[in-house]
């Protein structure tokens, strides 16, 4: 049986939560993700910031605020603020199959990889639509 360790994503983008919402905001729009795993001084895993999170600080634009306006806002606002603590974390040896129905029940977008406190990957959707294509090709190759 696959484990979570076999799918998960190893080289996470993580932040700490000291770092502000102007830094997550960047890295979010320039690595195209979601969630960024938040740890603490000692690399121990502290919570998730989501790009929900994100939405809820940011200022709508119908009120025609300007661009540096939000960036002086979101430079002012630490992480550890506005980041989600109650976040479900995994261990690397759960079945991915266990994994998987936790993100289908709960309809999480993600799930930090934990092992001994520390941070050592993350499960996305993305990853679960890695692997059925890659399911759907070696099936395609069967019937060939």
Do not use: W
């Not at 996470?12 to 000291?18: A, D, K, M, P």
């Not at 479900?88 to 998987?100: H, K, N, S, V, Y």
């Amino acid at each position: 049986m696959l484990k979570v360790k076999d799918l998960m994503t190893k080289q996470v983008i993580s932040l700490q939560e000291h770092d502000n919402v102007q830094t997550a905001r960047s890295i979010m729009n320039l690595g195209r993700i979601r969630h960024i795993p938040i740890v603490d001084k000692q690399g121990d895993f502290a919570g998730l910031l989501t790009h929900r999170d994100l939405l809820a600080v940011t200022i709508s634009k119908l009120a025609d605020i300007e661009a540096e306006v939000q960036d002086e806002i979101d430079a002012s606002i630490p992480i550890h603020e506005i980041m989600r603590r109650d976040v479900t974390a995994i261990d690397p040896e759960m079945d991915l199959r266990e994994a998987a129905e936790i993100l289908l029940q709960h309809k999480y977008g993600c799930l930090p990889v934990v092992e001994d406190k520390m941070l050592v990957g993350i499960l996305t959707e993305a990853d679960f639509l890695k692997l059925t294509i890659s399911l759907m090709d070696a099936l395609d190759k069967m019937e060939a």
